[in-house]
């Protein structure tokens, strides 16, 4: 009888256990979703006051210098605010197209990698290529979205903080994982160094705990930095 009752009572601490392990897990994933808006939050604030903000002042500046006597200078300079008001309007839309999941999960992974690639090489930024190995797919919707965000920021972490002159972003397809490997060519970083372990590393690890993925750095002084990312596809 005593027998009995110890192993109910186990079995009773085993259960609570385990539902306190689960419930630890939903508050991480929804601690990290948390991080991730709050980034995004970040993204575009960032994006509207550095880039779109200084391209409408400076059209604003050039507007208000307008000298009417002056037909020349007057058609130079609306002709310039026009220019840079339809930039703006570029940036906008394409800010909206990377933050925007329905596109994502209309177009497909791959595709949007794509267009991600086009938009910064028309930026003239850095020379940047992708690779494509193997049958492609697309992962579940949900695991897509987060591969993207996680492209992005090892793309948007380049573009920062690398001075990098070359990107090449490979994609292998294989049966078992999907395999991202994004190089460049810039000052690279210590990555045991804590200073350099910030945001957007952080945002990364959080990311490939959510779609169980994995997140291999590899990065020494002047010798760019290497961001491995492997997806199982048969979770």
Known sequence: MMIASFYLLHIMYCRKQAKAQERKAQLNLMQSQIDMQEQTFQKISCEIHDNISLTLSL??????????????????????????IKKAMDDLNNLSKSLNADSIQKFGLLKSVEDLVSQISKSELFRIKLNVKGLTY???????????????????NIIRHASASEVIIW????????????????????????????????NLKKRAQIINATVRIE?????????NIIVPTNK
Do not use: W
């Open 59 to 84: 059209s604003k500046i050039y507007l208000h210098d307008i000298d009417f006597n002056d037909h020349c200078d007057a058609n130079d300079k609306i002709n310039l605010s026009v220019c840079l």
């Open 171 to 202: 994609m292998s397809f294989e049966k078992a994982n999907l395999k991202i490997r994004i190089c460049d060519n810039g000052i690279g970083f210590n990555p045991d160094e804590t200073c350099h372990n910030g945001a957007g590393l952080d």
């Open 219 to 227: 990065s020494a002084r002047m010798q760019g930095t290497t961001v």
């Open 138 to 156: 697309d992962p579940a919707i949900n695991d897509e979205l987060i591969i993207f965000r996680m492209i992005q920021e090892v793309v948007n």
